[in-house]
C-alpha cells in the first residue's frame, strides 16, 4: 500500500466507481476507514499463490453452501471501508445489487508478498473490528498461513502460524484441507 487521500464516505466512493472516476487508475483502489488506498501491482508469486487459493476455494466452498469471491469490493459500513480482499468465501447468495458485508462472509484471505506490514496491522484489525470470523495471511516470504479466528473489538483472540508441510481447515469447512505447501512449492 503506497498513496493516502483525504476521507470519503462509502456513498462517495461508491459514485465515483459508477462514473469510472478510477477508469484509468493502473491499481486497484480500496477504500479503508475512509481513504482510498492505491495497491501496489501483485507480482508472480502473488499471482499463482492467489490462484492455487483459488482453485482450492473453488473445489470446497459449493460443499458449505459458500461461493468464492477474488478481488471483489467488500462492504464494511461502520467502518467506512471498502477492501477488495484477495479471496473470500461469502454466503450462497444473489450480490447483484448489493456487495457482501462482513455477515456474508465465512473465510477471508489475503496473500502478501509486499504488504505483509499492512495486513497484519492495517487489515486485520479493521477485519476484526467488523467482526470477520476467520482471516487468513499466505505469508509469500515465510512460506506459511497465518491463520486469525475468534474476532472480539478490533482484534483476533485467537492466531496461529500454519507452516510449509502443515495443514489448516476454515471454521466454516471442517473437511477442506488445504496443505500449505501446495500453495507454494514450485511446479515444473
Known sequence: MSQRTSVITIADFERMIEVGYFARVQQRVDLIRGEL???????????????????????????YDFRVRTEKGLKLPPLISM????????????Y???????????????????????????????????????Y???????QCIEVHRQPGGDEYREQFVVDFGE??????????????????????
Open 136 to 142: 487468513w495471511i499466505a505469508n509469500c516470504a515465510e
Open 37 to 63: 488506498i492505491y495497491m501496489n501491482a501483485a507480482g508472480p508469486m502473488h499471482d499463482e499463490v492467489v490462484s492455487r487459493l483459488t482453485d482450492w476455494s473453488y473445489a470446497w466452498s459449493a460443499q
Open 96 to 134: 447483484m445489487t448489493a456487495k457482501p458485508q462482513a455477515e456474508d462472509v465465512g473465510l477471508l484471505i489475503e496473500v502478501s508478498d509486499s504488504s505483509l506490514n499492512e495486513d497484519r496491522t492495517e487489515l486485520a484489525p479493521l477485519y476484526a473490528e467488523a467482526g470477520i470470523r476467520e
Open 83 to 94: 477492501p477488495e480482499p484477495d479471496i473470500v468465501w461469502v454466503v450462497n447468495k444473489d
Open 167 to 188: 495443514q489448516v481447515c476454515p471454521l466454516v469447512a471442517p473437511q477442506a484441507t488445504l496443505d500449505v505447501s501446495t500453495l507454494f512449492a514450485r511446479r515444473g
